[in-house]
Structures are given as structure tokens and as C-alpha cells.
């Protein structure tokens, strides 16, 4: 039997804990008591004492009470040989479990000092722990303190440099709203230029006495060949003019017209006749033909001592070469008709029958076409008055700021070109009837097609 299980069969409680709580091994008693089993309950291993005595270790206190009760044996009777026995034992199993109770204070007091070495690394080491913890915090924390102040830094140069932004862009808008505000005021004033301080003028009675005619904005310009949009712009206007007021006069005036269309023209000499509104007809250059009806017939008509009014036979670039007779004749019957629906007019006018008027055009030119100035006109009635000058009081606004104004400088119009010779020459434009030019002209630079 081993020595501890022969201890715990005879009643003494060993436990780790007695061992462990005795750091130092008691003094080694004389093992002549018998070992006596205890009713009492081991020692908790919880339990400890109250004050700072040193701490008694059971397997001693168990020894000596059993060398008591020996002691008290011998008295009350004699040694046998089995007590002998029995007592070496004990002795022999005392000094094992001494030698092994010694082995493991010292394994307890290694592993205690083990313990609290442990326990020593483990507090420096949460001690250092909290420094660095406490240390990182304080970094945190100040670190923290940065941002917020470069937070609020930054907060603050991002407000500064949006009241900035709105500075600038207050003060741009405001130089922008001054320069728009400079640039309305020079528009305003360059477009005021533009415009005469003047305004039309209407009389019922436009010639005055200096021989000047007043023409007011009731005016309606009559230029080039008469077709049906010519028509249809002249008498537009007219029935305009007479909705407007049908007391003041309306202008035709014309600068350039070499006739036309005898259907056109008709519907223009139709609509006169039919206005409330007296129809004015100025003559600046030439009127021809049809133009040259209208004038004649016009309830009032007007021209320039060198402006040219021309009458004809009603002609027609159409041949004969692909008609037959029958169709010549309807061609000339309705010609005549036409003849007599405009000729007859104008020859009553005059004072003379139309076979007369035929007569003096031929007679003036062999072609037919009897033309005179202005002031040789108003003596056959083809005009009414003979002026010097014309008031266009209708032009309140400057023509050179006007759009799609036409370049009136003739040189911009002709392109110089050389010769086979390599004379640099241009050509003229095209001249409207019974008109000449008048230059100088010694190199030939100016040329006619």
C-alpha cells in the first residue's frame, strides 16, 4: 500500500490546497503514535484564516495527534508486537509522506512564485496596456481636436470664400447690369438717331406754292415691269390708304417704269378710279406705256421738268410666222380692243380723237413712240403740274441703317476685267429706255455690251 492511500484509509485528509497554502515544511515529529481515523470533516479548501498566523499543515496535526494517542496507549496498557509493527509503519509511511509532501511545497512554491510572476508580467502588462490605450486615447482625442479645429477651419475659409464668390459675382452682375445698362443707353440713342425728330406730313392740298409737293407716308412706290404682284401691291395699299382716311391724298410715285402687263395696269387704273381718297401720281424719271397711262389718267398727276413720259401703240414681241390668218386677225382685234380702252382716255384728255393721237406719234417718231420731257408734257395734258423739288416727309428714319439696303454706289456693282489687248475695262449696267449715259470717259474703261 502507498503511503498516501494508507494516510486516507486512516483518516488524515490530504489536500492540494493545505500543501499549497504552507510555503515552508514543518519540523519533522517523532512517528511513535498509532494513527487514529477522525470522524471530523476535512478542512475546506476555501476556507481561510482570520488573522496573519502562520498556516499548520494537517498531515503534521494528524501525526502528532496519533503519537498522542500512542503515548496515552502505553499507559493504559503494554506494547504488542503488531502495535510495533504498526508504529514502524507509520514511522516509515511519515517520513515518505514527508519526503513527498516536501516534493510538492516545493512544485507548489515554484508554481505560486510561477503564479505570481504571471500575475506580476500580467499586471505590467495591463498596466502598460492602459498607458497605451490611454496614450492612444489622448492621441484620439487630440488628433480629434485637430480635425474639429480643421473642420471648423475649413468651414470657416469655405464660407469665407463663398461670401468671396458672392462678392465677386455681386459686383460682376452689377458692372455687367452697369455695361448692359451703358450698351441699352447707346442702342437706345443710336436707334433715336436713326429717326428724324420730324414726322409725316398730310395735306389735302400737297403742292405748295414754291412749286415743292408734300408727300406724306400715304405713299405707294410703282418701279419696274407692271405685272400681276405689282397689281396686287399697288391696289392693296390703295384700298388700305382709303379704309384709313379717304379725305387725305395717296401717292403713286414713280421712279422707274417701262409699262406693261395692259391687264395689270388696268386693274391698277380701275382701282384710282374707284378710290374715295384722290389718287397723286409723281413722275421722278421715266413712265412709258402703261406707266405712262396711269400718269396721264391719274386725278392728279405730277413730274419733273426732265422726268420722260412715253406713249405708244400697244405692241407684242409675239410673231406671226406660226399663226394663220384667222388667228392674225383675232390677235389684232383684240389688241385694238385694248387699244381703245386705254388710248381713247388719254386722246380725250388731250383734246383729240385717237386716230389723231396715232397720227402726232408717228409723226414725232417713226417708230411710233412719242416721248417728251416733263415740262413739254404738261403742255399736251399727259401731267398735271410741272414741280422743282418733292418733301418726302415720310422717311422719319435713316435709309443706310435699314436692312437688305441696296449699295446705290455703281462702281461696287461693275467688275474690271482685261481685253485681248490687256486694257483693263468693266461694263456698264443696262440702261433703261430713252435713257443715255453722260461721263468721261477718253480710255474707253467704261464699255457698253
Same mark, same amino acid.
Request: aromatic share 6%.
Given at each position: 500500500?502507498?503511503?498516501?492511500?494508507?494516510?486516507?484509509?486512516?483518516?488524515?485528509?490530504?489536500?492540494?490546497?493545505?500543501?499549497?497554502?504552507?510555503?515552508?515544511?514543518?519540523?519533522?515529529?517523532?512517528? !511513535?503514535?498509532? #494513527?487514529? /481515523?477522525?470522524?471530523?470533516?476535512?478542512? *475546506?479548501? &476555501?476556507? %481561510? @484564516?482570520? $488573522?496573519?498566523?502562520? =498556516?499548520?499543515?494537517?498531515?503534521? !496535526?494528524?501525526? #502528532?495527534? /496519533?503519537?498522542?494517542?500512542?503515548?496515552? *496507549?502505553? &499507559?493504559? %496498557? @503494554?506494547? $504488542?508486537?503488531?502495535? =510495533?509493527?504498526?508504529?514502524?509503519?507509520?514511522?516509515? #509511511?511519515?517520513?515518505?509522506?514527508?519526503?513527498?509532501?516536501?516534493?510538492?511545497?516545493?512544485?507548489? $512554491?515554484?508554481?505560486?512564485?510561477?503564479?505570481?510572476?504571471?500575475?506580476?508580467?500580467?499586471?505590467?502588462?495591463?498596466?502598460?496596456?492602459?498607458?497605451?490605450?490611454?496614450?492612444?486615447?489622448?492621441?484620439?482625442?487630440?488628433?480629434?481636436?485637430?480635425?474639429?479645429?480643421?473642420?471648423?477651419?475649413?468651414?470657416?475659409?469655405?464660407?469665407?470664400?463663398?461670401?468671396?464668390?458672392?462678392?465677386?459675382?455681386?459686383?460682376?452682375?452689377?458692372?455687367?447690369?452697369?455695361?448692359?445698362?451703358?450698351?441699352?443707353?447707346?442702342?437706345?440713342?443710336?436707334?433715336?438717331?436713326?429717326?428724324?425728330?420730324?414726322?409725316?406730313?398730310?395735306?389735302?392740298?400737297?403742292?405748295?406754292?414754291?412749286?415743292?409737293?408734300?408727300?406724306?407716308?400715304?405713299?405707294?412706290?410703282?418701279?419696274?415691269?407692271?405685272?400681276?404682284?405689282?397689281?396686287?401691291?399697288?391696289?392693296?395699299?390703295?384700298?388700305?390708304?382709303?379704309?384709313?382716311?379717304?379725305?387725305?391724298?395717296?401717292?403713286?410715285?414713280?421712279?422707274?417704269?417701262?409699262?406693261?402687263?395692259?391687264?395689270?395696269?388696268?386693274?391698277?387704273?380701275?382701282?384710282?378710279?374707284?378710290?374715295?381718297?384722290?389718287?397723286?401720281?409723281?413722275?421722278?424719271?421715266?413712265?412709258?406705256?402703261?406707266?405712262?397711262?396711269?400718269?396721264?389718267?391719274?386725278?392728279?398727276?405730277?413730274?419733273?421738268?426732265?422726268?420722260?413720259?412715253?406713249?405708244?401703240?400697244?405692241?407684242?414681241?409675239?410673231?406671226?410666222?406660226?399663226?394663220?390668218?384667222?388667228?392674225?386677225?383675232?390677235?389684232?382685234?383684240?389688241?385694238?380692243?385694248?387699244?381703245?380702252?386705254?388710248?381713247?382716255?388719254?386722246?380725250?384728255?388731250?383734246?383729240?380723237?385717237?386716230?389723231?393721237?396715232?397720227?402726232?406719234?408717228?409723226?414725232?417718231?417713226?417708230?411710233?413712240?412719242?416721248?417728251?420731257?416733263?415740262?413739254?408734257?404738261?403742255?399736251?395734258?399727259?401731267?398735271?403740274?410741272?414741280?422743282?423739288?418733292?418733301?418726302?416727309?415720310?422717311?422719319?428714319?435713316?435709309?443706310?441703317?435699314?436692312?437688305?439696303?441696296?449699295?446705290?454706289?455703281?462702281?461696287?456693282?461693275?467688275?474690271?476685267?482685261?481685253?485681248?489687248?490687256?486694257?483693263?475695262?468693266?461694263?456698264?449696267?443696262?440702261?433703261?429706255?430713252?435713257?443715255?449715259?453722260?461721263?468721261?470717259?477718253?480710255?474707253?474703261?467704261?464699255?457698253?455690251?
Amino acid at each position: 500500500m502507498k503511503p498516501l492511500a494508507h494516510l486516507t484509509a486512516l483518516g488524515i485528509s490530504l489536500t492540494p490546497l493545505a500543501f499549497a497554502q504552507n510555503n515552508e515544511a514543518p519540523a519533522p515529529s517523532k512517528p !511513535e503514535a498509532i #494513527a487514529v /481515523v477522525s470522524d471530523a470533516p476535512p478542512a *475546506s479548501p &476555501e476556507a %481561510k @484564516p482570520e $488573522t496573519e498566523a502562520p =498556516e499548520k499543515d494537517p498531515a503534521v !496535526e494528524n501525526l #502528532a495527534e /496519533v503519537e498522542s494517542l500512542s503515548n496515552s *496507549s502505553k &499507559e493504559e %496498557k @503494554p506494547k $504488542t508486537s503488531e502495535q =510495533e509493527t504498526l508504529s514502524a509503519e507509520n514511522k516509515l #509511511a511519515a517520513e515518505r509522506l514527508l519526503n513527498e509532501t516536501n516534493a510538492i511545497r516545493a512544485q507548489i $512554491t515554484r508554481l505560486k512564485m510561477e503564479r505570481e510572476l504571471i500575475s506580476e508580467k500580467l499586471a505590467l502588462q495591463s498596466v502598460k496596456l492602459q498607458a497605451e490605450l490611454s496614450l492612444k486615447l489622448e492621441e484620439s482625442e487630440t488628433e480629434k481636436a485637430a480635425l474639429q479645429n480643421e473642420n471648423e477651419l475649413s468651414k470657416l475659409r469655405a464660407e469665407k470664400l463663398t461670401n468671396d464668390l458672392k462678392s465677386l459675382q455681386a459686383e460682376s452682375a452689377l458692372k455687367v447690369t452697369r455695361l448692359q445698362s451703358e450698351i441699352a443707353d447707346i442702342e437706345t440713342t443710336d436707334k433715336r438717331s436713326q429717326y428724324a425728330d420730324s414726322t409725316p406730313v398730310y395735306l389735302e392740298h400737297p403742292l405748295r406754292d414754291d412749286g415743292i409737293l408734300v408727300i406724306s407716308d400715304r405713299r405707294i412706290s410703282l418701279n419696274g415691269t407692271i405685272v400681276s404682284s405689282t397689281a396686287d401691291y399697288v391696289t392693296s395699299r390703295i384700298d388700305y390708304w382709303n379704309n384709313k382716311d379717304s379725305k387725305l391724298p395717296i401717292f403713286i410715285v414713280i421712279n422707274n417704269c417701262p409699262g406693261g402687263s395692259v391687264m395689270a395696269g388696268y386693274r391698277i387704273l380701275k382701282s384710282m378710279e374707284a378710290s374715295e381718297a384722290p389718287i397723286h401720281v409723281v413722275v421722278k424719271s421715266f413712265a412709258a406705256s402703261m406707266a405712262a397711262c396711269i400718269t396721264t389718267l391719274a386725278e392728279e398727276s405730277y413730274a419733273y421738268p426732265n422726268a420722260i413720259i412715253l406713249h405708244h401703240q400697244i405692241s407684242s414681241q409675239l410673231t406671226f410666222a406660226n399663226m394663220n390668218l384667222t388667228q392674225q386677225k383675232e390677235f389684232y382685234e383684240d389688241s385694238n380692243r385694248w387699244w381703245e380702252r386705254l388710248a381713247t382716255p388719254v386722246a380725250t384728255k388731250m383734246g383729240i380723237s385717237t386716230d389723231e393721237f396715232i397720227k402726232r406719234m408717228y409723226k414725232q417718231n417713226t417708230s411710233g413712240d412719242w416721248s417728251e420731257f416733263g415740262d413739254q408734257a404738261v403742255k399736251l395734258k399727259w401731267v398735271n403740274h410741272i414741280i422743282k423739288g418733292v418733301d418726302e416727309t415720310s422717311f422719319t428714319r435713316d435709309p443706310d441703317s435699314q436692312e437688305n439696303t441696296p449699295n446705290r454706289n455703281a462702281e461696287a456693282q461693275l467688275t474690271e476685267q482685261v481685253d485681248e489687248a490687256g486694257h483693263p475695262f468693266v461694263y456698264l449696267p443696262r440702261l433703261n429706255p430713252k435713257d443715255v449715259y453722260f461721263l468721261y470717259n477718253p480710255d474707253s474703261y467704261y464699255r457698253v455690251r
